[in-house]
């Protein structure tokens, strides 16, 4: 063996920076609710009355009241937690292994990754999940309406849509039917918007690279509205750029996630989601290593989701190193910290030469403004997108 240990890429998607992040409350057990005021009409319709002069007693001087009662939900939510644990690393194998302290680089690298991607999942199967409104783009605009749920043990991020296969892709027209959705609603009002311009709000779109592409190239109107736009870049500029670029449109900003969920669907169980990365039994050492899963790239159906930052928010516990009395602990961080773990025992590990690696992971995912959550599931069409033919043939 000679020269470097060369690693592979992984791909990481972009969610979780998104996602607000807070603290759970100390003391209150492991199950929250949180209230959220809605908005509410007069009891009955506004009445008007004409004014005149009074002729003895109050009379129009004391208008006929519209009286306007308050209004709340109260939505549920709950802690989840898991754990990683490298395998063990015992020093004299180390030592006497090839390039040994790269190799042990390797290894960190890949643990972190593994938790990188563990709330990357996290984060955005709950906020799918506790969106209120799913969409799936076929005939007539199958939608749920859902209260919160919860993308708890495993989740499911694909069973809260309408049970029927999408037909068409993403189109420009669906956005924009969806963006007055969020316009009618109060959403930029709300904190919702991502970016202001000419006065209207402009609102964050999470899409992959082909459903851009499909989006600007597919459709001569949009073309053009590039090729002849104010904003100086013309055709050359922006047409001629490569798809997958972050860039706004027609009162969306579309930001590219190339590891966007994707679905087959089963006439049975509904969208069915297939993994970004599967296990491959061709490693010379060990059991497998991941490779991108060629499923993934065939999968039939993928997303978009309008984000709104007041759906949902992360919140995970404190860390703290006592509770009084004179104890002391760690402290765990909850929020995936690696620490190294050398645990003496007298049979298993007397002389502290065998070690892990440990991360703690814990949250609760706290529904809010969940009417200003939309997810849309439609067809990828990648013939049609590839330019190979419609993919209603």
Known sequence: MAGDIDMPGRYVSRFTALLEKGQLPNGMGFNWQTVVSNNTLPNSAITWTSVQAN??????????????????????????QTRFLSEPICLLDAQMSYNFAQQTA?????????????????????YITMAQNKIVLASGLPQTTNNPGTYATTGNIGSGFPLIPATSPLTQDLIAYIIRKLDRDGAAQAGGAYDMKDGKAIYLVLMDSETQQYIIKTS?????????SDSGMGEKAV?????GLDRPYGGAFHMIDDRMPRFNFDPVLGYVEVPFLTNSATASVGTNKAIPNPA???????????????????LMPTALSTVGAGTTFGPIQY???????????????????????????????????????????????????????????
């Open 55 to 80: 002729t003895g007693g109050s009379g129009t001087c004391v208008a006929t009241a519209n009286q306007i009662n308050g209004s709340e939900d109260i939505l549920s939510y709950s802690a989840y």
């Open 106 to 126: 390797n290894k960190k690298t890949n643990f972190e990754r593994n938790i990188v991607d563990a709330w990357q999942e996290r984060d955005r199967g709950n």
């Open 220 to 228: 001569t109107a949009t073309r053009d509205d590039f090729r002849w």
């Open 239 to 243: 047409l001629r750029k490569k798809f």
């Open 296 to 314: 993934y790239e065939t999968a039939n159906y993928t997303m978009a989701i309008f984000f709104h930052p007041k759906v949902v928010k992360r």
């Open 335 to 393: 929020n995936g910290d690696i620490t190294w773990l050398n645990i003496p025992d007298l049979v298993c590990n007397p002389q502290n030469t065998i070690g892990n690696w440990n991360a703690n992971l814990m949250a609760a995912y706290r529904p809010d403004l969940v009417n200003y959550g939309w997810v849309v599931m439609y067809n990828r069409c990648t013939n049609q997108v590839f330019g190979l033919g419609s993919c209603y043939s």
